[in-house]
């Protein structure tokens, strides 16, 4: 709920908690809350203007260009959360591996060996992600108390991967081959990354994100035995140790439809769910309380707009009703997305979700 002080992104102040924040936490709601990862990106004309006089990596280094990019999707569509512009590979760098984008994203001096595990830092990120901090706090100042601030950071596996591999692959065997070859230098890695993540996800928090999501998105690659043994702890610790009161800490990965619940022992507040796994099938095994974030298939958004609607209450009615969900694509909004397919997406969930909920709140009063 909000009361108006002016207009635009300032001149808003909290009267309560965002919608996105209440609706993460379980509470009751009023609509169904929206955002979409890569919410900020090539689909828009006003982030391409910026990139084009700028790179990819100095936009996620200079905060008020980082800004800019994230408030741009906030303007345009009236989204309930806005999501740091970063990247994941961001601390990365300040382990001590130099990274950057061709067009993918690369990784210098690939870590292989024990001795390359024990060669990376722990970085600070008071100091040396200190533009990641300033962002958000700029952000917390300029968004409207509506819209909930987002920190994000990569899961240890999803950082594993490419710190292995040295780019994206396709079977990311020697990431695999690490694992099961060297299973005592596997951990050792996983436990330097849960470190920094847990550290870097605390700053975050402690700059202004009101929620934080973990993209573990390359932990669906593994079965639940190796997710159990390899994966599972080390999630549940950085869990443990960035959990906040009031600050919801969101769970995602692609391909996760055979690992969710062990997703669910990670003690996470609300998992995201890819689109290959129904919201009706993602409620029936997580259980009628824990929230749900997902989960419309993104190329749904280059078909007719009726289309969408259709494909989107399916979402809504599958999850179930009095049940706490925060609409989101099943993965990140593509390049070419048309604009008003995100607009009618944004304005119909928000305009169905408050009807559902009026329409059970007749049907517990009859």
Request: net charge negative; aromatic share 8%; proline share 8%.
């Given at each position: 709920?909000?009361?108006?002080?002016?207009?635009?992104?300032?001149?808003?102040?909290?009267?309560?908690?965002?919608?996105?924040?209440?609706?993460?936490?379980?509470?009751?709601?009023?609509?169904?809350?929206?955002?979409?990862?890569?919410?900020?990106?090539?689909?828009?004309?006003?982030?391409?203007?910026?990139?084009?006089?700028?790179?990819?990596?100095?936009?996620?280094?200079?905060?008020?260009?980082?800004?800019?990019?994230?408030?741009?999707?906030?303007?345009?569509?009236?989204?309930?959360?806005?999501?740091?512009?970063?990247?994941?590979?961001?601390?990365?760098?300040?382990?001590?591996?130099?990274?950057?984008?061709?067009?993918?994203?690369?990784?210098?001096?690939?870590?292989?060996?024990?001795?390359?595990?024990?060669?990376?830092?722990?970085?600070?990120?008071?100091?040396?992600l200190s533009f990641v901090l300033e962002t958000l706090r700029i952000l917390?100042?300029?968004?409207?108390?509506?819209?909930?601030?987002?920190?994000?950071?990569?899961?240890?596996?999803?950082?594993?991967?490419?710190?292995?591999?040295?780019?994206?692959?396709?079977?990311?065997?020697?990431?695999k081959g690490l694992m099961y070859r060297e299973p005592v230098t596997?951990?050792?890695?996983?436990?330097?990354?849960?470190?920094?993540?847990?550290?870097?996800?605390?700053?975050?928090?402690?700059?202004?994100?009101?929620?934080?999501?973990?993209?573990?998105?390359?932990?669906?690659?593994?079965?639940?035995?190796?997710?159990?043994?390899?994966?599972?702890?080390?999630?549940?610790?950085?869990?443990?140790?960035?959990?906040?009161?009031?600050?919801?800490?969101?769970?995602?990965?692609?391909?996760?439809?055979?690992?969710?619940?062990?997703?669910?022992?990670?003690?996470?507040?609300?998992?995201?769910?890819?689109?290959?796994?129904?919201?009706?099938?993602?409620?029936?095994?997580?259980?009628?309380?824990?929230?749900?974030?997902?989960?419309?298939?993104?190329?749904?958004?280059?078909?007719?707009?009726?289309?969408?609607?259709?494909?989107?209450?399916?979402?809504?009615?599958?999850?179930?009703?009095?049940?706490?969900?925060?609409?989101?694509?099943?993965?990140?909004?593509?390049?070419?997305?048309?604009?008003?397919?995100?607009?009618?997406?944004?304005?119909?969930?928000?305009?169905?979700?408050?009807?559902?909920?009026?329409?059970?709140?007749?049907?517990?009063?009859?």
């Open positions: 709920m909000i009361s108006p002080e002016g207009g635009g992104l300032h001149g808003l102040r909290q009267v309560e908690e965002p919608l996105l924040v209440r609706a993460c936490l379980g509470e009751p709601v009023e609509t169904t809350p929206i955002w979409l990862m890569r919410q900020a990106g090539r689909y828009l004309p006003e982030y391409r203007r910026v990139r084009s006089q700028f790179d990819f990596l100095t936009v996620c280094k200079t905060p008020d260009l980082a800004v800019e990019v994230t408030l741009q999707p906030i303007r345009r569509f009236g989204f309930d959360g806005a999501i740091l512009f970063s990247d994941i590979l961001i601390p990365v760098e300040a382990m001590g591996l130099p990274v950057h984008f061709n067009p993918g994203p690369e990784v210098d001096s690939p870590v292989r060996t024990n001795k390359d595990v024990q060669a990376l830092r722990r970085p600070d990120p008071t100091e040396e917390r100042r300029e968004l409207p108390a509506s819209v909930a601030l987002i920190g994000f950071a990569g899961g240890p596996f999803t950082l594993a991967a490419y710190m292995v591999e040295g780019e994206s692959s396709k079977d990311f065997l020697l990431l596997f951990h050792a890695l996983m436990e330097k990354l849960s470190l920094v993540v847990s550290d870097y996800l605390s700053a975050q928090i402690k700059a202004g994100a009101q929620a934080v999501q973990l993209f573990d998105t390359w932990s669906g690659i593994l079965s639940p035995r190796d997710y159990r043994e390899f994966v599972l702890p080390h999630v549940k610790r950085i869990v443990e140790k960035v959990k906040t009161p009031g600050v919801p800490f969101i769970l995602f990965g692609v391909g996760t439809g055979g690992l969710l619940e062990l997703m669910k022992e990670t003690g996470a507040d609300v998992i995201g769910i890819d689109w290959r796994t129904s919201m009706k099938d993602a409620r029936r095994r997580l259980g009628p309380d824990l929230p749900l974030q997902g989960n419309l298939e993104p190329a749904v958004l280059y078909a007719p707009l009726e289309i969408i609607r259709d494909r989107a209450r399916e979402v809504l009615m599958d999850v179930g009703p009095h049940s706490a969900h925060v609409f989101n694509l099943g993965h990140g909004v593509t390049p070419e997305t048309p604009v008003d397919s995100v607009a009618e997406l944004v304005k119909w969930v928000h305009e169905e979700g408050r009807r559902l909920r009026e329409a059970e709140a007749k049907e517990g009063g009859s």
